[in-house]
């Protein structure tokens, strides 16, 4: 199936644990982004990259680092997990100057620190 | 920097008309997003308007005025399946598109 999957859908961590969330999509799409939503259902954007560059770097903790070995993967590591890190993380891919620009999203992952 | 309204709630009746409205202020503006997303579930594709005026998608038509920041998603035979947040997102205009989201419109359709 074509879509963009990340792991894990759950996770829930101790403070202070170092944890890891992994993207892949198969659209064929040259760029991927990590939004962060919160329980306000507030997506925010946090990073984008195009063909494995860095192109967008919001105002995040450095706690949180992103790393794209090729333009289909994008993952997600956070240092030393804080209850404010509690969200849904969502990958999301598009393709520069497709059709409508459109983000596909994947299904989420549900953070938990405890 | 970008900033979007929108309706945090709205009720609506099965089979009824309901629009959804969102404004927005934005640098380096070029189109607006509607997405749906349905609880616990990732954000889907619904509409993008560049231009002005209204596009129709079956059931659902999305409208855009760029000179008044404004836009609209107009869902007509509501369908209880249509419960959902709707979430409204502008792009810019920069080499790379970066889209900004609203916090969305939960809809809840009754019988």
């Known amino acids: 199936d074509t879509a963009v999957s990340q792991t894990p859908k759950y996770l829930v961590t101790q403070m202070g644990n170092d944890k890891s969330i992994k993207c892949e999509q198969n659209?064929?799409?040259?760029?991927m982004y990590w939004y962060k939503q919160d329980s306000k259902k507030f997506l925010k954007i946090m990073f984008s990259y195009n063909n494995k560059e860095l192109i967008i770097n919001e105002t995040v903790p450095n706690r949180f680092s992103p790393k794209s070995p090729d333009k289909a993967h994008l993952n997600l590591h956070i240092n030393s997990l804080e209850l404010g890190d509690s969200a849904v993380y969502f990958c999301?891919?598009?393709?520069?100057?497709?059709?409508?620009?459109?983000?596909?999203f994947g299904s989420g992952t549900r953070l938990t620190v405890v | 920097g970008q900033n979007i309204d929108q309706p945090t709630e709205m009720t609506a009746t099965e089979g009824a008309i309901v629009q959804i409205n969102c404004t927005y202020q934005t640098s380096g503006f070029n189109g607006l997003f509607w997405y749906q997303q349905h609880a616990g579930e990732a954000p889907t594709f619904l509409s993008y308007n560049v231009l002005d005026g209204l596009e129709e998608k079956g059931r659902f038509s999305s409208f855009l005025s760029r000179s008044k920041g404004y836009s609209y998603l107009l869902l007509k035979e509501l369908q209880m399946k249509d419960s959902a947040s709707y979430l409204c997102a502008a792009s810019n205009s920069g080499g790379y598109q970066k889209v900004t989201f609203g916090t969305g419109t939960k809809l809840q359709v009754i019988p």
């Open positions: 999301a891919s598009s393709l520069t100057g497709g059709p409508n620009y459109g983000y596909t």
């Open positions: 659209l064929g799409h040259d760029t």
